[in-house]
């Protein structure tokens, strides 16, 4: 604590809100009377711009260095008094907010109880304002070559969007050539060109540019650092070789398995599935007049894609070939733009649509498929087995994650979610975001989407890098956790416990222990949740604005209430 403390209390009525249950006039004397206290005023509209003003003549007139504004806290208005104290020319962290309006006025009504509290409050917002300390800002370099990893529509889009933002990409594919599942398929519902056309289009855009660096037949074997700053080790033919990248996108996909045991099927020429489908119909074979069975529903209703592609095909095959097609479902979902549309259109075409629930049986019979289901509308009216003939069965796929995603996922140190694909860090807030900052998710890698989605999934997180590190040095406050070397036994409890994936261990004779080691906390990637510093066995761990003596003093502070 410096001995040249001088602290200005501000106390804002809130335009008489908090007047209502707190008289501030006693709180005031009993404040004056506080060591270090220099300057109190009362105000009507403290975070009024006139006031800001005022606040900032009364700290160079009285020479104030600590604040402490008692009346709300809210992240605004801590953002107008932070900007106070800058214009006047102290460190924002100088601030201390008292929050009577939310913690004393909400709850209570106008009591000798609520006005020791609001005394009490006050007194401990003093005594953190006591001990608060600067916070400085660094300049953090910062790599601007993003890595894509996965060739697919996802990762050349990506790829694309973030080159021309003016940042040089490495794209890995593990295959030998690019496009991934896109590929395979017939038709975009909703996208005029045909996906062979839209893939060679990327594809060529990607391989030409001469700021993608395209890589095949490679894997991502290792990854050390963070945000701005990761070494990326590569496997290709078992040679390793090593890159300093600034941000990572996963652009990994899905996987179909097609399973026919699942419905006492083997393997027939005319027992297929959707990706199946989609190769023959895209490779022109004939299915005109053919009677086509579908069943959707059965292990696949987490995700929407298998119901749109379902009845994306049965449209195709009843218009074009005439084909008698019957869908067999247990759920339909139709929930986006103008997929509805599509499911009237094929009822209007003439698909039939048969609900069952679990009863459901297929028979392969001399080159025939036998559908036994049971109607559950039907029960009552006309119980029984309902039989269907067919010349082609269309079984769900599985839709996974691509082989090999756990194992990247503990590469990147990141979550798996639902059916063990990528895990979003929060999906309200950007849906390409993982728990690790620079790290992002684009296309099928966090749940099988559609070609449309991808494109605008891959322009965000374009934009997202852009704005993080368009630069070759990221200024940002040093808020982040700091470790004393001398306590700091390596244990590595931070380490694991960080749900950020921003610590690192650090090695070297400025860290003075007996490992010449210590965790050190990137300022980029901490998100100041304080987890370490609650963790950290040696208690080696402090985070600034909320460090042990911060809260200690608070504590000593509070007086026990009669
Ligand atoms: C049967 C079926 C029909 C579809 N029909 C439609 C449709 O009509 N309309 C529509 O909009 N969408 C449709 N889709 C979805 C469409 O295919 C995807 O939106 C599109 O392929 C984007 O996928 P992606 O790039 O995320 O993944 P993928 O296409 O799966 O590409 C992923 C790429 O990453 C590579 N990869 C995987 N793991 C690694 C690793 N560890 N390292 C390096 N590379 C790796 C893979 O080899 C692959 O090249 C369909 C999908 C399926 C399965
Ligand atoms: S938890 Fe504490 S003692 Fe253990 S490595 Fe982290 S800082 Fe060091
Ligand atoms: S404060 Fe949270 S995010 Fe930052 S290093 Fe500690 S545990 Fe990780």
Redesign the pocket.
């Known amino acids: 604590m410096e001995n040249n403390t001088r602290i200005g209390v501000f106390f804002c009525n809130c335009n008489g809100k908090i007047t209502e249950k707190v008289d501030f006039e006693p709180i005031a004397s009993e404040v004056k009377k506080l060591p270090k206290v220099e300057y109190v005023r009362e105000s009507q509209n403290l975070c009024a711009h006139l006031e800001g003003e005022l606040i900032c003549k009364e700290i160079t007139k009285n020479q104030l260095n600590r604040i402490v504004v008692v009346g709300c806290a809210s992240a605004k208005e801590e953002g107008f008094f932070k900007e106070v104290l800058n214009k006047a020319g102290l460190n924002s962290h100088l601030l201390s907010m008292v929050n009577l309006r939310e913690e004393c006025c909400a709850v209570h009504e106008k009591s000798a109880k609520s006005a020791a509290k609001a005394l009490e409050l006050t007194k401990m917002g003093i005594a953190r304002a006591n001990n608060l300390e600067e916070v400085s800002f660094g300049e953090i370099p910062v790599n601007r070559t993003v890595l894509v ?7 050349l889009e990506t790829a694309l969007e973030t080159a021309a933002r003016g940042f040089k990409v490495i794209l ?4 030998d050539k ?5 590929a395979r ?1 017939n ?5 005029d060109h045909n996906p062979a056309d839209l893939l060679e289009e990327k594809v060529k855009a990607v391989t030409s540019n001469p700021t993608i660096d395209v890589r095949t037949n ?3 074997g290792d990854l050390d650092g963070n945000i701005g700053g990761f070494t990326a080790w590569f496997v290709k033919d078992g040679v390793e070789t090593s890159v300093e990248v600034g941000a990572i996108v996963a ?6 398995i097609f399973c026919p045991v699942k419905y006492g099927l083997g393997i027939a020429d005319n027992v297929i599935g ?2 199946k489908l ?1 190769r023959l119909l895209a490779d022109g074979k004939d299915f005109t007049h053919k009677r086509i069975s579908i069943v959707i529903g059965k292990g696949t209703e987490a995700f929407n ?1 298998p119901f ?2 379902a009845v ?1 095909n049965a449209l195709l095959l009843r218009k074009k070939f005439n084909a008698t097609v019957n869908v067999f479902y247990t759920n339909i979902k139709v929930g986006g733009d103008n997929w509805e549309k599509m499911y009237t259109d094929a009822r209007g075409a003439g698909v039939n649509f048969f609900k069952f629930e679990d009863n459901i049986e297929i028979v392969a019979n001399n080159g025939e498929i036998i559908v036994n289901y049971e109607d559950p509308f039907l029960k009552g009216k006309m119980p029984g087995v309902f039989k269907v003939i067919a010349d082609y069965i269309v079984i769900p ?1 599985e ?1 996974v994650p ?4 756990d194992e ?1 996922a503990k590469i990147l140190r990141l979550e798996l979610g639902p059916a063990s694909f990528f895990s979003v860090d929060n999906a309200h807030i950007l849906p390409e975001m993982t728990s690790r900052d620079g790290i992002y998710l ?4 966090q749940s ?7 494109e605008i999934s891959a322009k965000t997180v374009a934009e997202e890098i852009f704005q993080k590190l368009d630069a070759d040095q990221v200024s940002t406050e040093l808020t982040q956790p700091y470790v004393d070397a001398t306590k700091c036994v390596v244990c590595l409890t931070c380490y694991r416990c960080c749900p950020h994936g921003a610590i690192t261990i650090e090695h070297g004779e400025q860290f003075k222990n007996l490992y010449f080691s210590a965790a050190q906390m990137n300022p980029l990637a901490c998100r100041r949740c304080g987890i370490c510093a609650s963790e950290c066995p040696g208690k080696a761990i402090q985070l600034p604005d909320y460090t042990d003596d911060q809260i200690l003093v608070q504590l000593e502070a509070m007086e026990v209430l009669p």
């Open positions: 990893i996965g060739g697919g529509l996802a990762g890995i594919e593990k295959e690019l496009g991934g599942r896109l398929v038709s975009i519902i909703g996208v490679t894997k991502l652009a990994t996909g899905v996987q179909t959707q990706m989609e894609l749109v592609i994306k796929e839709l691509a082989e090999g995603t990247l684009v296309g099928s890698c099988p989407c559609f070609a449309n989605e991808v």
